[in-house]
């Protein structure tokens, strides 16, 4: 007798096949007067980079419906480039990189992270100004806050890198 994985029991890396779409880190058009670069890397807990991660991005505002779709198969063809959604979905390449567009919001970017070996997706955010930071941010300890501040590199660009455990593993929140 063969045993066999249900699906429930089988944890990715399927995400990049069906979920992202054409234009998926472009919350944003490039020329949105808000719009900034978001990136970094999703690493394990040994730190080593997953190249197979899938990050999905929730901002302030947004309209729904600006996506396109194909009216024959359903599949997503991409963004229409103007009307602002307040969403992106990116996967990480080889290197467990990922890059979004977003408006500058306020004051965070709410972050889910799926991989492979996590059974439930894990939700974060990024604070692009800490000082503009709400009570929930405030309650942490400061180490800890730190892990939820992306680092401005260069005029409208910042990295935020999220460590899924060890000693830097980014915060993490239960929404109930």
Do not use: K, N
């Not at 995400?15 to 719009?35: S, T």
């Not at 972050?111 to 059974?119: D, H, I, S, T």
């Not at 680092?151 to 935020?160: K, M, S």
Request: with cysteine.
């Amino acid at each position: 007798m063969s045993v066999f994985p249900t699906p429930s029991q089988t944890v990715g890396p399927f995400y990049g096949y069906a979920l992202p779409f054409p234009g998926g880190g472009e919350v944003v058009p490039v020329d949105h007067p808000d719009a900034v670069t978001l990136h970094g890397v999703v690493h394990d807990g040994a730190g080593a980079p997953v190249p197979d991660a899938l990050l999905e991005f929730w901002t302030g505002g947004g309209a729904p419906g600006s996506l396109r779709r194909d009216p024959t198969s359903g599949r997503v063809l991409g963004r229409d480039g103007v009307t602002l959604t307040g969403f992106g979905r990116v996967p990480t390449d080889a290197d467990g990189s990922y890059a979004v567009r977003v408006a500058r919001p306020e004051p965070y970017v709410s972050v889910c992270v799926f991989a492979r070996g996590l059974l439930h997706h894990l939700h974060t955010r990024v604070y692009l100004d800490p000082d503009a930071a709400d009570a929930a941010f405030g309650s942490l300890p400061a180490a800890r806050r730190a892990t939820l501040v992306a680092i401005p590199e260069r005029e409208r660009v910042w990295r935020f890198d999220v460590h899924l455990q060890g000693p830097e593993e980014t915060v993490f929140l239960e929404f109930r």
